[in-house]
């Protein structure tokens, strides 16, 4: 099963969210993410959160759930759902934008989360984030961005092919150097790492 959630961060535009929403099985609202999702009038299952930014209509057809944890955001309770409803792969819209530390905050998020599902996507307008903690193979057309962030703060052993700046075994670091602005030379490419979290960053 197929999740979309989506967030409160800058709102996904009404082409993304409905090319998105063409392959939901479970379609969820984190708080006030739902308001994107009925503004463009699409159908949703669920709307959970703290409820601080969430318009509930009238008479809603959908279920609402209200969560105070404050331990927890509202993208790791919406993530905690899809998991609980047994959704085994899972997109998020509108995870980053609004505010620099809930954008940092739901990197965070991402690492925590990326293990429960067979695939995880922090998706926006003009890039994909997923987390490698081996290895990862694409294709894209030449030319795409491709970054590569160090999560766990170090990243060692990394290797790539096709890319326009190669690396051969080597570390990115938060603070010491990373791999912002990459791109491929050719079509395949490939991202190996010995240890660490690294988040690619790929054009859509």
């Known amino acids: ?3 979309v959630i989506v967030s409160n961060g800058f709102p996904p535009s009404k082409e993304l969210l409905e090319e998105e929403l063409k392959s939901a099985d479970l379609i969820i609202g984190a708080d006030g993410g739902g308001n994107t999702l009925l503004s463009h009038g699409h159908d949703l299952h669920v709307v959970i959160g703290d409820m601080d930014s969430f318009k509930k209509p009238k008479d809603p057809d959908f279920e609402i759930i209200k969560d105070t944890d404050q331990e927890t955001n509202d993208l790791e309770k919406a993530l905690s759902l899809a998991v609980y409803r ?8 509108g995870a980053f934008g609004r505010r620099m530390d809930h954008s940092l905050k739901n ?7 990326d293990s429960a599902f067979n695939h995880l996507l922090f ?3 003009r890039l994909s984030a997923r987390l490698i903690s081996s290895a990862y193979s ?22 790539t092919k096709g890319l326009k700046y190669p690396l051969n075994n080597e570390i990115l670091e938060n603070g010491e150097r990373d791999g912002t602005s990459n791109e491929n030379v050719e079509e395949e490419f490939s991202i190996e ?8 960053f790929l054009e859509n």
């Open 1 to 3: 099963m197929h999740a």
């Open 86 to 93: 047994d959704a085994e792969t899972c997109t998020v819209l």
């Open 107 to 113: 990197l965070s998020v991402l690492k925590r989360f």
């Open 123 to 125: 998706k926006d307008e």
């Open 138 to 159: 694409g294709n894209l057309p030449i030319g795409s961005i491709i970054s590569l962030f160090p999560l766990s703060g170090k990243v060692t052993g990394i290797t």
């Open 193 to 200: 790492i010995d240890s660490g979290d690294l988040v690619v």
